[in-house]
Every structure is written in C-alpha cells, then in structure tokens.
C-alpha cells in the first residue's frame, strides 16, 4: 500500500519575471526549502541522480515494465541525500552530495520524495562537464536548472514496500565493514568482467592487488556479489570517480549468501548501491530488523532519542548517549528501533547513522510484518512455555521446540527455520521466546 498524504501550499508555483518561483508544503517549518544553489560537480551528480532514478524505475527480478517509483530526498546540515530501492526491492541506491558538491545555501532539512520522470532524465541527461546546475530542493519539489531551461517535478506518494525496506537496511549495513578500495580504472576493467543483466549466479569478490578476483566460493575477507548485473547503474557516475569500496559482512568458508555495498567516490559525492543476497530476495522481507521491533524495552528509549536527533550529517552515537543519560548499547537500539519507522538510516563511509523522517507513522512497519503479528499473537494466547534457555511453543495444529544456542541465536524445529537457517531473521516461533525472554538475544 502507498502512504497517501495531503498538502497545502500559499500559491502556486510559476515562473515570474524574477525567475522560478516554487511553493513547498508541511516539514520542520511551514513551506521550508532545503537547498537552493549549484553543485559543483554537475555532470557527476547529474550521473548519480539518474542511477537513484534508474534503480528506483528497474525490476531486478523478474523484469517487466518500469517501476516508476520516486526518490527519497533527504536535507540535512552540509548535505543532501538522494535514495530509492528497485521495482522488486532488492537493490537500495543512495547518492549522497557532500559539502565539496555543494555551492549554496542549505536553508532548512528535511525529507520528501519526487517523481523523476521522462522530461527531468532528459533534461539531467544533457548536463554536460561544464555547464552549471542549479538545484533547488524543498519539501514539495526538486527543481533541477539547465541552460535548457527547469522541469519542476511533484511529490507523489511513496510506496509502502519501501519502508520495511528502509528498516532492513539499516540494519544490515550496520554490521558491514571495509572490504576492498580499487582506484577507477581497475573498477571499470573489473565491473567490464561481470556477468551480463540477468544473470542470477551468487559470486564472491576476493582481494587481489590492486584489483578484485571474481570467485565462486566463500573465503574470509570476500564480498558477496549476487546477480553482478544489478551493479550497471554505477556505470555512468564511473567515469568521474576516484575509488570504488566495497563493505560487506564477515564471512567465513562456506558461509551463505550476504548483502553487499558497493560505493563510487568521486570526491564531491558518493553513488552506493546496496545489493540483497540473492537477486529474487527483497530486502524488505529481510526480517534484520524484527528483533528491534519486538523489544518492548526499547521504544521509551526510541522516544527519547528520536526527540534529540538534530538532522547533523551524522549521528554520534556517544553523544546521543551523554544527551539521553543511556549506555551506548541503548542508544544504539533505539536507533535500530527509528530505522524501522524510516527515521535513522546508515552510511557505511561514514560508519554512523543519519537522520531522516518518512511519512509513516512508526507501527506501519510492525503491522506489515506478518510474523511479528503473528508472534505477540502467541505471546497473547500464553502458547509460550519456557524450560531454561529453550521453550515449548504450542499452536492450534502444532508444537514446535525453540532451542537458544550459546551465542544468544535461537532455532526452531518449524518448517519456517528449517528452509531458511536463520538468513531471513527469526521465526515467529523464535521471536515469541524472545519476547518472553528476560533480555532479548540476537535473533536468527
């Protein structure tokens, strides 16, 4: 289902003798602007807004018409961040325009989504190495500014997959870790060696020089890289880049298939593209994020904190914990807790979180977990039965045995966990125990 919002504005926009006059709606103040001046980059970030576009407009899986969804645009202090997912939301795309991008005043933050259509590709698509670019960002409307002339594109409503996407992604990359950094050239030769669009084979990206080595087994220090197809949308910002990284999780000889990041830098913005394990998995059935959402504990917390986010370019997360009298470890899972309703996310450049706010209500994204529900469902009706570290979890056809293991990990004798192995979060089973549970352990 799609968030449906309503907005208000003074008049409408137009453009007058003076120039292009927008109008902008609801956000931190009435009818604020995020940003209005020149990127100093403009053929790169021309580049990068229409990767964002063209992730958020492709089905990775099982390809069929264009999406057509809409970018989240995010205004903070020294920054804008433009992000989306794909049509089957396995691929999360982020540009982030740093203070060296920008050439103007950032006036206010916030975030909104817009529809990047036809004209405005156009339009982006005829920047060339020096002609300006002026861009306007408000709340309502992103405005981009040629010497062809402006295209003033309208917010539309934001798709409601997006936002179980959001909250599990922050939470996978928040576990990622420096991998690999090559220089453009090698990225290019090796991005030329990947397998064609379409191809779904599961590979891993291994270390080797000053280039990378495509393998088809696990070994520690690899990047996962599923489907190599879906990295054709960094092609066009390659050209203006300095390095290519790579983040991903540890893993070790014969570990499953993980998500991965792989991130251009061209010195004055970074283009990512986040991948899901395997091409047919969306992230927004990840299930990385139901252990916050089940922790009871923690939404008092999430309360407090939220309350002391101030839209910094990063979250300090010892700060926070000094503002909130809280140990670093609360601070941190209350913000686990904000991600799921949209309002936190996670560079893995900068190793912090960062600010936004979506526009959902924060239970939207435990309502839309079928088992969340369906695990305080057994809590309600008392179907968990502890015995030490295990319990007995009893439901109308079945009986299932929840086993926690001593690294706090909990498996179940379910069909759920026997078909995945703990790769797609818990359970309901499993996450019923740990709601019982005196503290709540790492879930899988």
Known sequence: ???????????????????LDLQTCGGPAANPRFFAGFLTAPAAAAAGLLAVAEVARTRYHQPVNPASLDPVVTGSRGRLRFESFSGCCGVYARMDVLPAGLDGEISGHGTTNVDVNPPLREALARVGGIEPLHMAVGPDDLTVS???G?????????????????AEVHVLTAGFEPRAEIAAAEAAAF????????????LWAVPAGRTLRLTSRPVPGAVCLAGAGRLAALRGVLRHARTLRVYGPAVR???????????????????????????????????AALAALAGD????????????????????????????????????AALAQLGTAGRVGYDVADGAYFHRVMPYDAGRAERDNPRLVGARALVERGAVERDGENATVRTDAETYRVRRHPDGAYSCSCRWWARHRGQRGPCRHALAVSMVAAPVGALS
């Open 191 to 202: 991005l030329r060696r990947l397998p064609a669009a379409g191809d779904r084979s599961v």
């Open 253 to 287: 000889t014969g570990s499953p298939a993980v998500p991965s990041t792989w991130e251009l830098d061209t010195g004055a913005l970074r283009l990512s593209l986040t991948l899901s394990p395997e091409p047919y998995r969306g992230f927004s059935g990840e299930g």
């Open 150 to 166: 402006s295209v003033v594109e309208r917010k539309v409503p934001l798709p409601g997959r997006w936002l179980r996407g959001f």
């Open 1 to 19: 289902m799609n968030a449906v919002q309503t907005y208000r504005y003074l008049q409408p926009s137009a453009l007058r003798a003076a120039g």
């Open 297 to 332: 504990d923690v939404v008092d917390d999430a309360e407090l904190v939220g309350a002391l986010l101030n839209w910094d370019p990063t979250v300090d997360v010892a700060a926070l914990a000094d503002a909130a009298a809280l140990p670093d470890e609360r601070v941190r």
């Open 146 to 148: 040629t010497m062809d």
